[in-house]
Nanobody, 123 residues
Framework: QVQLAESGGGLVQAGGSLRLSCEVS????????MGWFRQAPGKEREFVAT????????AYADSVKGRFTISRDNAKNTVYLQMNSLLPEDTAVYYC????????????????WGQGTQVTVSS
């Protein structure tokens, strides 16, 4: 059984930075493409970023491109989302997800999900 645990969320002012972490247990992280999604109040969950098993390929939503960076440390079984230049519209619950063997941008392609971590950006 794969378990994902996000951490690093919190309250930050607009223009600030946060780094989210997602620790994977139960299986070797290198087997999984990983993704970050977010869900704002009253909105559907949306794709944020994804990274391939080796970390050589990444993809981002247009809304975060140039501000967010996804990375992974397979030795630590952890995936990261560095978020810079945060905007109030980045406020959401952020979820990490695991997809066996591939990076992916669609929610339905992911097999395992974490519980989420709240990010709140004040103006």
């Amino acid at each position: 059984q794969v378990q994902l645990a996000e951490s690093g969320g919190g309250l930050v002012q607009a223009g600030g930075s946060l780094r989210l972490s997602c620790e994977v247990s139960g299986r070797t992280l290198s087997m999984y493409g990983m993704g970050w999604f977010r869900q704002a109040p009253g909105k559907e969950r949306e794709f944020v970023a994804t990274i391939s098993t080796s970390g050589s390929r990444t993809a981002y939503a247009d809304s975060v491109k140039g501000r967010f960076t996804i990375s992974r440390d397979n030795a630590k079984n952890t995936v990261y989302l560095q978020m810079n230049s945060l905007l109030p519209e980045d406020t959401a619950v952020y979820y990490c997800a695991a997809n066996i063997l591939a990076a992916a941008t669609l929610e339905r392609e992911y097999d395992y999900w974490g519980q989420g971590t709240q990010v709140t950006v004040s103006s």
